[in-house]
């Protein structure tokens, strides 16, 4: 009995090896169907590009993609972006947009990095002026300027002239670098500003002082600020008659109002002699 179990075991081993390796030949003797996609040629970085430099031969390369899922506004030729200037950053392996190239005629450097409408000021800067260092390419920042009106020492006044201004360079970096928090000594920084904000930081940086102040990036607030003299720095103001509103704004403080009681009536009263004694008795 036991003869037979390991018989009919064997048998069935030996034939579903047989239709196992029957099967795998037959499935490697089956032509490859191969599906071809169609590709399209797009111009990628070969490396990272930094804003304002300019493309050459070496700094791009030409890879397929699928055909109808390429981002809009790529290059198909490497000879259609050489010579152009970058002003937004690129990683390797970006396609190359139009939106982040300038034009042909634009050329390299900083002049096509700045948008349209806009103007790029300098401005001289020190240790102080510069927060440190900590003033990069990309921060925002506001510009504090000190002067006085009327050429009198009593009347300068600090105010805030323009806020949320983007530093465009630092020096002669238009990129924060690899460690955007080392402070970098500079003398000049270049900020980005409209014709109007240019008129009032050219006239800022002439007739008084000015000072840097940075700001959070994600903070877009720009609250009015009446600027401050150096008479309420110190908390004095100057000496002269107090006006109506003064007056009003700080009351005399309430006299204590004594309440006079009058005096009450006498009331009549009576002698009472008991023996050797007298006594007064009031007649209620």
């Given at each position: ?105 634009a050329g390299s450097g900083l002049p ?173």
């Amino acid at each position: 009995m036991r003869s037979r179990i390991f018989a009919v075991l064997a048998i069935a081993i030996l034939a579903g090896g047989g239709l196992a390796y029957g099967t795998y030949n037959f499935m490697q003797n089956q032509p490859v169907k191969t599906v071809n996609t169609p590709t399209q040629a797009v111009v990628v970085a070969a490396g990272d590009l930094q804003l304002g430099s300019e493309l050459k031969k070496e700094d791009v390369t030409v890879v397929q993609f699928p055909a109808g899922k390429t981002p809009e506004g790529t290059f198909a030729k490497v000879e259609e972006v050489i010579g152009r200037g970058v002003i937004v950053p690129i990683v390797k392996n970006e396609p190359i947009l139009k939106a982040k190239l300038a034009s042909k005629e634009a050329g390299s450097g900083l002049p096509p990095v700045i948008p349209e409408g806009m103007r790029a000021v300098s401005v001289r800067v020190n240790e102080v002026v510069g927060v440190a260092g900590y003033v990069l390419p990309g921060n925002r920042v506001d510009v504090v300027a000190t002067a006085s009106p009327t050429d009198q020492h009593q009347d300068t006044t600090s105010k805030v002239v323009l806020s949320n201004v983007q530093v465009l360079t630092a020096g002669t970096r238009i990129e924060q670098g690899q460690d955007p928090s080392k402070p970098v000594q500079v003398t000049v920084v270049t900020l980005l500003v409209y014709p109007d904000q240019a008129e009032r930081l050219a006239l800022a940086s002439t007739e008084g002082k000015i000072q840097l102040a940075l700001r959070n990036p994600l903070d877009q607030g720009a609250p009015p600020t009446p600027g401050i003299k150096t008479a309420g720095l110190l908390g004095t103001a100057p000496a002269g008659r107090v006006t109506q509103s003064a007056s009003m704004a700080r009351p005399r403080a309430a006299q204590p109002v004594t309440q006079t009681v009058p005096n009450a009536p006498a009331l009549p009263t009576v002698e009472v002699i008991r023996g050797d004694k007298r006594a007064t008795e009031v007649i209620r």
